[in-house]
Nanobody, 122 residues
Framework: QLQLVESGGGLVQPGGSLRLSCATS????????IAWFRQAPGKEREGVSC????????NYADSVKGRFTIARDNANQTVYLQMNNLKLEDTALYSC???????????????WGQGTQVTVSS
């Protein structure tokens, strides 16, 4: 059974950085497309970034382009989301999701992690 566990969230000041990790187990990461989503209180979940199974293709929401970078280390079964120049509006619960390559940036994703909280506050 594929499992995803996010980590790396926390409290950071505006302009700061965090690196989120999505550790996978139970299935070879090489075959999985991964996406990061976030959901702020009272708002709908939104896609943040996605990466193809071998990392050759990535995509970002307009709101995070130029600030966030998605990367994957298949050997270590982990996908990362480097978040720089964080803004107040980036505060949300961040979750990663996985699916076969055909779901790259489109879903639906069958597997989800529990999420890690990112709070940007001065």
């Amino acid at each position: 059974q594929l499992q995803l566990v996010e980590s790396g969230g926390g409290l950071v000041q505006p302009g700061g950085s965090l690196r989120l990790s999505c550790a996978t187990s139970g299935f070879t990461l090489d075959y999985l497309a991964i996406a990061w989503f976030r959901q702020a209180p009272g708002k709908e979940r939104e896609g943040v970034s996605c990466i193809s199974s071998r990392g050759g293709s990535t995509n970002y929401a307009d709101s995070v382009k130029g600030r966030f970078t998605i990367a994957r280390d298949n050997a270590n079964q982990t996908v990362y989301l480097q978040m720089n120049n964080l803004k107040l509006e980036d505060t949300a619960l961040y979750s990663c999701a996985a699916g076969p390559e055909s779901t790259y940036c489109s879903g639906p994703y069958d597997y989800w992690g529990q999420g890690t909280q990112v709070t940007v506050s001065s």
